[in-house]
Structures are given as structure tokens and as C-alpha cells.
């Protein structure tokens, strides 16, 4: 059990160019969450897969983000457009299973949108 | 929809003290509850969790949290604190009604243990 692993841990982009963070989850977990966390605030829930379906996607925070998790293994969240409030920490995290409510986070993406 | 206020944002202890970081819920369906540390650049780490049975949990490092249905409050304790327990501890919900098992966060709680 290697953990849920994020990259790039950082990235600095300029306004208006795309990102793309990626996200491995524990292998055996079906289960795939993204958060978002701006400073000073606790991560906000983004949407969740389980296995490659994306089962919520209404809290994703504009028409510029999606989400992805092709054939139920690692994910990417892509921000198209960037502006500089996209600037937070991204953090993803794995579950088990539907019936599991304990998740496990990876170290997070750092975006800094200058 | 639920809601999780974490009354203090900051928390400073001298090594060896007691703590009580305080949670407050609200929900208008039951509830499980959580508390999670985050270090300095890194992700979050499970620290206990209440789902059911007994009010008072323990957890990871010795810290514990005590359920209370009335009071809608999971406040986390330990009883001597150290050093290496200064972090930013989230306290969470997840509601039982619906399917995402989605977790809803506080603003944290930054504890700062002085020597």
C-alpha cells in the first residue's frame, strides 16, 4: 500500500492556460474524491467517481473544470482558462468502496495562478 | 446539507498540557463524524472517527473525541500534548442519507504546541 499520490505536488501557471493534475489512488479503491482547499479553509468536496463513473459533478466550481477517471484507475482534474481565485490546493482522495466512509488523502497539488 | 464549525482557529498549549479543540455540527439527517491532522505540506490523515456505538472514540497519538448528540459537538482532547503535535486538525461530517460519502470540512483549527 503505497498511499494516494498527486502530481505535480506544485504547479505555477499564468491566467488563462489550462492545467491538468493527476491522481493514483490505492489500488484495490474504487472509490476516487476531489477537494479543493483555499487558505485558511477546510477542503471543499469537488465530485467523486466510483470506479470510471462520475457519479457528482454539481459541486465542481465552474463549466472550466472537469473531471476524468478512465478505466477506473488514476484520475485528472483539468482547469481550463485558469483565473487567479482558481489558486488552492487540490487534494484527492480514495475510498474502498461505496460502503466505506473513511477516505485516504493524497499530499495535494499546490496552484498558484499568477 | 451539513455544516461543521470549529470555534477556535488557533490553539497554542505548552508541551505537556491538556487540549480540547472544539467541533461543532449541524445536519438535518445523522451524521458520522470525523477529525483529521494535516501537517505542513501534506495531505490529511485520519486521526479518529465516530460511526457508531460507544460516545467516546479513540484514536491515533492518543488523542480521543467525545460524541454528543445533544450538543451536537466532537470535541477533540489529549491529555499532555507534544511538540510534534502542532498541525492544522480539520474536524468532518459525512451524512448517512445520501451515497457520496462525501466529507464536509470545518475551517481547521491550527494547534501550536510551545516548548
Known amino acids: 500500500d503505497t498511499g494516494v499520490s498527486q502530481n505535480p505536488r506544485h504547479k505555477i501557471t499564468k491566467r488563462g492556460q489550462n492545467v491538468t493534475f493527476r491522481c493514483d489512488p490505492i489500488s484495490e479503491h474504487n472509490r476516487l474524491y476531489w477537494y479543493r482547499q483555499t487558505l485558511g479553509q477546510g477542503p471543499e468536496f469537488l465530485t467523486y467517481?466510483?470506479?470510471?463513473?462520475?457519479?457528482?459533478k454539481s459541486r465542481l466550481l465552474s463549466d472550466r473544470f472537469s473531471a476524468e477517471r478512465p478505466k477506473g484507475s488514476f484520475s485528472t482534474l483539468e482547469i481550463q482558462r485558469t483565473e487567479q481565485g482558481d489558486s488552492a490546493m487540490y487534494l484527492c482522495?480514495?475510498?474502498?468502496?461505496?460502503?466505506?466512509?473513511?477516505?485516504?488523502f493524497g499530499p495535494g497539488t499546490r496552484l498558484t495562478v499568477t | 446539507a451539513q455544516s461543521v464549525t470549529q470555534l477556535d482557529s488557533q490553539v497554542p498549549v505548552f508541551e505537556e498540557a491538556p487540549v480540547e479543540l472544539r467541533c461543532n455540527y449541524s445536519?438535518?439527517?445523522?451524521?458520522?463524524l470525523f477529525w483529521y491532522v494535516q501537517y505542513p505540506n501534506q495531505g490529511l490523515q485520519l486521526l479518529l472517527k465516530?460511526?457508531?456505538?460507544?460516545?467516546l472514540v479513540k484514536g491515533i497519538n492518543g488523542f480521543e473525541a467525545e460524541f454528543n448528540k445533544s450538543q451536537t459537538s466532537f470535541h477533540l482532547r489529549k491529555p499532555s500534548v507534544h511538540i510534534s503535535d502542532t498541525a492544522e486538525y480539520f474536524c468532518?461530517?459525512?451524512?448517512?442519507?445520501?451515497?457520496?460519502?462525501?466529507?464536509?470540512f470545518g475551517s481547521g483549527t491550527q494547534l501550536t504546541v510551545l516548548p
Open positions: 465516530y460511526l457508531s456505538g460507544s460516545t
Open positions: 468532518a461530517v459525512s451524512d448517512l442519507a445520501g451515497s457520496a460519502r462525501q466529507l464536509t
Open positions: 445536519s438535518s439527517v445523522s451524521v458520522y
Open positions: 467517481f466510483q470506479n470510471e463513473a462520475q457519479l457528482e
Open positions: 482522495a480514495s475510498s474502498l468502496s461505496a460502503a466505506s466512509y473513511e477516505q485516504y
